[in-house]
């Protein structure tokens, strides 16, 4: 598995999903969910890009904890934000709340495989 190319793969794809948004709000002028765009863009685009980013620059070490790191950060970035609708919109908080676990666990195992290209 290419764990660089992946997170910067799906970093771009969440962009373009994000950016959409931003600018359907915009043409809408109803910015009621901006959070929601604002993650879609942050967590998704922002942090899964520099994640793959310090994967291919050695920065992290890339084995199977990052494989793991990947679909940990990957379902995070895609749960959060349809979690955060959900609660504005149906004041359903679970799965805004599954999500931020998921993506503070992500943000751990980068800061843990950082530490480990350290020590290698």
Do not use: C
Not at 9 to 34: K, P, S
Not at 94 to 111: D, E, K, N, Q
């Amino acid at each position: 598995m290419n764990v660089s190319r992946n997170f910067l793969l799906l970093a771009a794809v969440l962009g373009v999903i994000g950016m959409l948004y931003g600018i359907d709000m915009g043409i809408r002028e109803n910015f009621a969910y901006a959070p929601v765009h604002a993650h879609i863009n942050l967590v998704g685009w922002v942090s899964l890009a520099i994640f793959g980013l310090a994967y291919k620059a050695g920065l992290a070490k890339q084995d199977g904890w990052a494989s793991i790191h990947f679909w940990i950060a990957a379902a995070g970035a895609i749960i959060l934000p349809i979690g955060i609708y959900l609660s504005m919109a149906n004041h359903m908080p679970l799965v805004v709340i599954i999500g931020s676990l998921l993506t503070l666990a992500s943000v751990i195992l980068f800061l843990i495989n950082i530490w480990r290209a350290k020590a290698a």
